[in-house]
T-cell receptor
């Protein structure tokens, strides 16, 4: 079965500094990978996805993610963090096992950006 | 227009009651899902429907019964509510091919 792991429960970064939220994956076949963000008391918002093509994927709100096949990673990055980026971030992978189609989520990483 | 809309947004009810959550998508997607987010924020798939047909039922108690009257709607009915059912329930939809999954804003269910 497919899975993703987010090794950090929380990431703290100062405003203006670059941020990285880590995700590693375990899949059979080619991975479809996603990042979602959840602001407090809000739903899940799509940030970006990797299906195929360029390893560097650009998404919403200035976020990008780098697909690294050799390291089986899909880390989320932003060059300059904003306080408003503080939220819960989920990495996810598409799972087609047992003839189903669903997203499997990581455990989430809480990003805290300090002024 | 909201792409995936759920009602109600908040639901507070007593143990033992029966309640329903409704979901509608206007994206023309073929597949709809219910996910549960527990108190630790873990997200887990519960059900999926493709063109009104149940595809996934992930070891969810029989008290939970999804119903899809048409491709654009997927409702979740819960019988005999228990304290442990308190969670946020997210509806989602996707087109064939898995190129994007759109989520609703969630329904926060509190069982007292």
């Amino acid at each position: 079965a497919q899975s993703v792991a987010q090794p950090e429960d929380q990431v703290n970064v100062a405003e203006g500094n670059p941020l990285t939220v880590k995700c590693t994956y375990s899949v059979s076949g080619n991975p479809y990978l996603f990042w979602y963000v959840q602001y407090p008391n809000r739903g899940l918002q799509f940030l970006l996805k990797y299906i195929t093509g360029d390893n560097l994927v650009k998404g919403s709100y200035g976020f990008e993610a780098e697909f690294n096949k050799s390291q089986t990673s899909f880390h989320l990055k932003k060059p300059s963090a904003l306080v408003s980026d503080s939220a819960l971030y989920f990495c996810a992978v598409r799972d087609l096992s047992y003839n189903t189609d669903k997203l499997i989520f990581g455990t989430g990483t809480r990003l805290q950006v300090f002024p | 227009d909201t792409a995936v809309s759920q009602t109600p947004k908040y639901l507070v009810t007593q143990m033992g009651n029966d309640k329903s959550i409704k979901c509608e998508q206007n994206l023309g997607h073929d597949t709809m899902y219910w996910y549960k987010q527990d108190s630790k924020k873990f997200l887990k798939i519960m059900f999926s429907y493709n063109n009104k047909e149940l595809i996934i039922n992930e070891t969810v108690p029989n008290r939970f019964s999804p119903k899809s009257p048409d491709k654009a709607h997927l409702n979740l009915h819960i019988n005999s509510l228990e304290l442990g059912d308190s969670a946020v329930y997210f509806c989602a939809s996707s087109p064939s091919g898995g190129y994007g999954y759109t989520f609703g804003s969630g329904t926060r269910l509190t069982v007292v």
